[in-house]
């Protein structure tokens, strides 16, 4: 996957302590960057998915006994 180059701006005792958490992981300044602002929008989106689930909840609960039924039924 081709990469591109973002400026990001931090003070230098932020860089300085994601540096060190780079350096103690063996990972790059800029993967754990990434990963971290990737994981900040994951985050948002299964908050929203949860959301949408909630409001599109019906009440129905089945306990483990019955899925395990269910599920021993199913084709």
Known sequence: ?????????FAPEE?????SYADFCGKTFSDVVREAALEKVEEAVDLEAYA???EEDDGVRYSTDE???MAMMAP
């Not at 996957?1 to 701006?9: D, G, H, I, L, S």
């Not at 860089?15 to 540096?19: D, E, G, P, T, V």
């Open 15 to 19: 860089k300085a302590w994601i540096q």
């Open 1 to 9: 996957m081709a990469m591109e180059a973002t400026a990001v701006r």
């Open 67 to 69: 899925v395990m039924r």
């Open 52 to 54: 949408q689930a909630l």
